[in-house]
């Protein structure tokens, strides 16, 4: 039982330390945006994709990145409503 | 067969680093006292200077530190005498740098570890600042951890960093970070942030609409030793940058916060002032259209005060500053009002450095690199201050939007740019002006400010004097009338069947009181002794004293001389008969024959002697280059023993009869800085390099290169202050040391070929006198840093490919949110009519031309959502170097593949076809797809639209294939043959790859298709049945920018996280798909969702920069094939496959020594560098093992002696040498 709760708190500890680390009961919405979140702020620190999406776009790289910083408040939608 | 590579292994070099630049900041980083840039462009961290005087940039130094460069910052810390310099990469750890000086190079401070390595969502590293005063910096990451670090200088152990401190908060958004100044108050950062925790619980999104931005204070209490949220308030939910407001005794502190439309004044305490961003006003420009700024730089005037450049999207730069309340009595006032004007208009940047020597430095985020010059303050002309007492500082009350009028450059003036590739859209190599090495094509830049560039390896070359001669001369000198003149008096030209010469002066006039023969050809002109001249032709020795009186040497009878080799004092002469004389100068400056003589069993074909060493009386050392395939070197001085001189040294055998001899000692990173080297050039156009033993004449450290096809003329002389020999074959090259790690550089010079050279030097100007035809050419060189010249051709939309015809280029170009040419000419006489209308209604005629002067290489294009302009340039990189044609697209209809394509139901008559998309990106319009057919017309100079075909899909990718077109709509792969009306469908395969085809290969009846995000799928095409059929594809999904067919079976490629990987298909599969008949044995099940069967992966590497064009082909001249590789940044590199498994395995030994004995300089691991998203493989990496050349020789010496076989340092410097020498540059 010790060991279980060990790694229970352990499991803990690592969720509040990185961000996105998952446990049983994920759900899809919190998962997928994790995904989304992941992917933008990959995009904005990495330069080169940085430039080569602003060169997509059309549009400086401090917008398109002020952007993407937007995209990740929300990157999936709203929330599920939460069940009883 | 243990010489034999087992598998695929490539050695990977840069040609050309990347230019676009991350981040630059300004500071003295040397110690100078001056200020200089620090630029961060992919992995590079380089130190730049501007000079007033030069006019230019002073490179200090570059450095790979082989990781991704986020962030760099400087401080200094308290009585530090220079900067010091912080930088974010993707290693997980904080480094401090400092720059020496004096030994060019950095130095690790410290290095601090504080979390997992790579790019990631919550380790910090996105952002980086430095307080003000040096005493702490911060680092962040997108979203939650900041951490603080303690910067302190120690009484014994110098500068030390803390712990790090925690600043943490979860579900929070970063958008911005500053360094707060507050004088020595305890530290603050600033942040721009955003708290999403309620978002993500509120499911009826009420929390989204009315989420809030905050701009939050982060004090670090020095004396408790860690960080407080101090104040925390609500800004504009646009805002998306922030600027530092002086503090302390210099201004008020606080923070400028922009967002869209609005800049606004914040700190505690103090009130908020809240200016608009001013829009352009003009007929093409939408009123409505709200900017943003983008970047910007803060500048402290000397004497107190400070102001803002703020730069929009549209590249304008605004004067943003703070009007104070009580500016003498006291400084610290609070803030009266924000005022903003306009200043001028520079590109877009992503970094702005405004220097105290009142320049500009744009690090632009496309095109060259600028540096303009100050100067106004934008203080003296009439465009109005727009103040903030005239806007509500509540950004959500509506403001009246300010206008201003665009113009011409008023305060800057712009004085130099950096040749910059940045940003590559495509590069091809081929060889269109039929020189000896291909040329390399890119398409360049964004905008109004793109550009075809033909790069070539090459020094540029000054051009100075050129002059038509009576008749063509074989050879060239200038000398000096005595041993103390600093310029040269005499240019003396050796004609037909005389000898010409000129003085050099105000004008160049020929001598006729000179003493020298004229009726002769001459073989050598020497300065002899203190002030005496010799002249040497086939018949004897001229040698003509201080007084012009000449007196005659003469060869004896039935014997002249072949060739000779002289210096101030030394005189060595072969005669037609084999027999060598040799004549040193006595105390009176007159010849003396030395009594001995030498005579060679072959026919001599050249000499060579070097320059008399400082302090001695005679260069020690000849070499005899004879018919036999031979040279030798002989001694000067009398042997000890019999008293004889001419005695033979050493001999070294070479592939072909030596034309050209030279010794002469270059720099190098041997102890004493410099080596003696015998320079020989051979008949068959190659150039070899030994170092030469100044005592017994032994020669090693062969470095060999093929430079052209006619035999080698060497000419020794001088570039940038240091010794170098000018090589002149089918083209001129200069052998030099690189000025980057002093080993021996082979460049060719952009110049015409010539057919002898000299060096010259006159009261004007220095350089390099040389003959081509019947052209004498004065020349200089003045720039060895960079062995890559560019030529531009301005193109007029963001080019995106090209294909060439008849050396010819056909570039389709387009361009997002941008009005017609059209549609601007409308607007623009609209706008016109409406004035000219209403001035007729108030009796005044005005005319209105100020918007057509607008060059939009300056100001860009009017930007317009939902408007597409794209055009298809024919440019002529050969012989006029410009835009020959230009053919427009109308209705938003945008270019986005290109093709020659012979078709065989025409008599293989060769078509454009272009595939066009409208309305492309715009969710919810109409949008339609085209391929265009246009006949070539006037030798392709012109082009007529055929007709245009209506298509399913996007067409991103066109083929010639089999006479017909094969095209990729999306994911299917279709063919076409060209019918009367339109193009008809032979046939059709469906999902050939998973997403959307973006590129086509073809050899045979195989057609590669690139797929946008799943790799490679090779197709086969069955012609009986017509039948198309996917048989192999890949196991992981690769995003390809570019690929390129190595062979048959074998496809390079880069995808867009920066990867080059080549995949091989099975040999069995591959013969399988072409076995004969429709084809039906290869239509089994598919594997997983896929072909039956799946490549091999034969290398894969991590190159940083994504890669645009990747390509099989030499690049230098009679070189073997290597990949040549070009990137979106403008890097430009190559894989030289290995040869030898004794070389791969030295190699692969040196790599993993310099992993450890040189560990990358922000502490990145650099095996997990190169093998950032999958396990490197079949590559080694060269620029890392080139930084070996770097070390100093213990360390050197400590890796030759752990790597296996016989490798001493100089035979794997002569190995690094190789790899680049031969097959890149």
Known sequence: MADKLRAQQQLEALQARYVGTGHADTTKFEWTSNIARDTYSSYIGHPPMLEYISLGMGQPREKVRAQMIDKMIQPVGKPPAVQD | ?1225
């Open chain 2, 1 to 1225: 067969m243990a010489s034999v590579l087992s598998s695929l292994c490539m050695y990977s070099l840069t040609l050309s680093p990347p230019s676009a630049t991350t981040q630059a900041i300004v500071g003295d980083f040397a110690g100078l006292g001056r200020q200089q840039i620090l630029s961060a462009n992919g992995s590079l961290l380089t130190i730049f200077e501007v000079s007033r005087l030069q006019n230019g940039f002073i490179i200090h130094h570059t450095h790979d530190i082989f990781g991704i460069i986020r962030g760099i910052a400087s401080y200094r810390p308290h009585s530090a005498k220079k900067d010091f310099i912080i930088v974010s990469s993707d290693s997980g750890r904080v480094v401090v740098l400092e720059y020496v000086h004096e030994k060019k190079q950095f130095e690790q401070i410290h290095l601090e570890t504080f979390g997992k390595s790579g790019v990631r969502r919550v380790i910090p590293g996105q952002y980086l600042v430095a307080d003000p005063k040096g005493r702490a910096c911060m680092l962040a990451s997108v979203e939650k951890n900041k951490l603080v670090w303690i910067l302190n200088r120690h009484p014994t152990q110098g500068f030390t960093i803390s712990s790090p401190l925690e600043a943490h908060k979860p579900q929070t958004f970063v958008y911005a970070l500053l360094g707060l100044d507050v004088g020595y108050e305890n530290p603050i950062f600033a942040a721009l942030e955003v708290d999403y925790s309620e978002i993500e619980q509120d499911a009826t999104g009420v929390a989204y609409e009315e989420y809030e931005k905050q701009l939050v204070y982060y004090q670090l209490d020095l004396g408790l030793n860690h960080v407080v949220r101090l104040w925390a308030d609500t800004v504009d939910r646009t805002s998306h940058i922030l600027f530092r407001v002086p503090g302390g005794t210099n201004g008020p502190s606080g923070a400028l916060v922009c967002g869209v439309d609005n800049i606004t004044y914040r700190h505690m305490n103090q009130e908020a002032f809240r200016v608009v961003i001013p829009r352009r006003s003009g007929a093409t420009e939408n009123p409505n259209r709200r900017r943003q700024i983008v970047a910007g730089t803060m500048y402290s005037i000397k004497g107190g005060g400070f102001f803002y450049l703020l730069q929009t999207e549209d590249g304008d730069l605004f004067k943003v500053a703070l009007e104070l309340e009580e500016t003498k009595a006291n400084p610290n006032g609070a803030v009266k009002r924000l005022k903003i004007k306009y200043f001028d208009t520079v590109p877009v940047a992503s970094s702005l450095c405004l220097l105290r020597s009142g320049f500009l430095f744009v690090a632009c985020e496309s095109g060259s690199r600028i540096l303009y010059e100050l100067e106004a303050l934008g203080d003296a002309d009439d465009d109005p201050w727009f103040h903030s007492d005239n806007y509500p500082a509540d950004p959500a009350v509506d403001a009246k939007p300010a206008f201003f009028q665009p113009r011409p450059l008023r305060n800057l003036n712009p004085v130099e740019t950096m040749q910059d590739l940045n940003p590559v859209m495509a590069a091809k190599v081929v060889n269109l002006s039929n020189e000896d090495a291909p040329q390399i094509y890119t398409l360049c830049g964004t905008g109004a400010r793109s550009s075809l560039k033909t790069v070539r390896n090459s020094l540029a070359v000054l051009d100075l004097v050129e002059s038509q001669l009576p008749q063509p001369a074989s050879a060239v000198w200038t000398t000096k009338m005595t041993v103390d003149d600093v310029h040269d008096s005499y240019i003396v030209l050796s004609l037909v069947s005389m000898t010409l010469v000129l003085s050099i002066g105000e004008d160049v006039e020929e001598v006729t009181d000179s003493g020298f023969m004229k009726e002769t050809t001459t073989l050598a002109v020497q300065q002899w002794g203190p002030d005496n001249l010799l002249q040497i032709h086939p018949r004897g020795i001229r040698h003509i004293n201080a007084d012009k009186v000449a007196s005659d040497w003469h060869a004896p009878q039935h014997r002249t001389i072949v060739t000779c080799a002289t210096n101030n004092r030394q005189v060595a002469i072969a005669l037609s008969s084999g027999e060598i004389y040799y004549f040193e100068c006595d105390s009176d400056g007159a010849l003396a024959k030395s009594t001995d003589e030498s005579k060679m069993d072959g026919t001599i074909l050249c000499l060579g002697l070097g320059q008399i060493p400082e302090g001695r009386v005679r260069s020690d050392l000849l070499a005899v280059g004879t018919d036999d395939q031979a040279i030798q070197i002989l001694s000067l001085v009398p042997d000890a023993r019999t008293g004889h001189r001419l005695k033979q040294q050493s001999i070294q055998l070479t592939s072909s009869p030596p034309s050209s001899l030279a010794i002469m000692s270059m720099k190098d990173r041997s102890s004493q800085g410099s080596t003696l080297y015998l320079h020989v050039g051979l008949i068959s156009g190659i150039y070899i390099r030994t170092a030469l033993d100044e005592h017994d004449g032994t020669m090693s450290e062969i470095r060999k290169k093929f430079l052209g096809h006619k035999p080698v003329k060497i000419v020794p002389c001088v570039v940038k202050k240091e010794n170098a020999i000018l090589i002149l074959t089918s083209r001129p090259w200069l052998g030099y040391s690189d000025p980057k790690n002093n080993s021996l550089a082979l460049t060719p010079i952009s110049y015409l070929p010539l057919e002898s050279a000299w060096t010259f030097s006159s009261s004007q100007f220095e350089g390099m006198i040389g003959i081509h035809e019947d052209e004498l050419r004065i020349f200089a060189i003045d720039e060895i840093r960079s062995n890559i010249t560019q030529d531009s051709i301005p193109l007029t939309y963001t080019p995106h490919r090209f294909v060439s015809h008849n050396s010819l280029f056909y570039v389709i170009e387009r361009e997002n949110h941008t009005l017609a040419p059209k549609m601007r000419q409308q607007l623009i006489e609209d706008a016109k009519h409406k004035a000219i209308e209403s001035g007729k209604k108030n009796g005044v005629t005005k005319e209105e031309d100020d918007e057509t002067e607008l060059l939009p290489e300056n100001f860009g294009y009017p930007y317009s959502e939902f408007h597409w302009s794209s055009c298809i340039e024919i440019v002529d990189p050969v012989e006029g170097k410009a835009v020959v044609k230009s053919f427009e697209l109308d209705n938003n209809e945008a270019a986005v593949s290109i093709v020659m394509v012979p078709f065989d139901s025409r008599e293989s008559e060769t078509f454009l076809a272009v595939g066009t998309g409208k309305n492309i990106g715009w969710p919810a319009t109409q949008h339609e797809n085209f391929i265009r057919i246009y006949r070539i017309l006037e030798n392709g100079r012109s082009l007529e639209l055929v007709h245009k075909t209506k298509l399913p899909k996007l067409p991103l990718a066109l083929l010639a294939f089999k006479g017909m077109l094969a095209v990729g709509l999306g994911p299917d792969l279709a063919l076409y043959d060209i019918g009367m009306k339109q193009l008809l469908r032979k046939s059709l395969l469906e999902k050939a790859t998973p997403s959307c085809i973006m590129q086509l290969h073809t050899q045979g009846s195989r057609i590669v298709c690139a797929d946008q995000r799943e790799s490679l799928t090779y197709v086969v095409h069955k012609g009986q049945g017509n039948r198309l059929i996917a048989f192999v594809d890949d196991s992981i999904a690769r995003y390809t920018t570019c690929s390129g067919m190595t062979d048959y079976e074998t496809t390079v490629g880069g995808d867009k996280f920066g990867n080059i990987w080549m995949l091989r298909c099975p040999p069995d599969v591959s013969t399988n798909a072409d076995e004969e008949g429709e084809g039906i044995h290869l239509l089994q099940k598919g594997y997983l969702g896929g072909t039956p069967n799946r490549f091999e992966l034969m290398m894969h590497y991590f190159t940083q920069d994504i890669p645009m064009a990747v390509q099989k082909t030499p690049l230098t001249p009679g070189g073997e094939d290597v990949i040549f590789w070009a990137g979106l940044q403008g890097t430009l590199g190559v894989f030289v496959p290995f040869g030898r498994r004794k070389d791969l395995t030295m190699f692969q030994e040196l790599e993993l020594a310099m992993r450890k004995e040189d560990k990358p300089l922000a502490g990145r691991d650099h095996l997990a560098y190169r093998g950032y998203y999958a396990p490197v493989k079949g590559v080694v990496d060269g620029d890392l093992c080139e930084r070996f050349l770097l070390l100093s020789r213990d360390q050197k010496q400590a890796i030759a002696v752990a790597i296996e076989g016989n490798w001493p340092v100089e035979k794997i410097e002569a190995s690094i040498w190789t790899m680049r020498g031969l097959l890149a540059f």
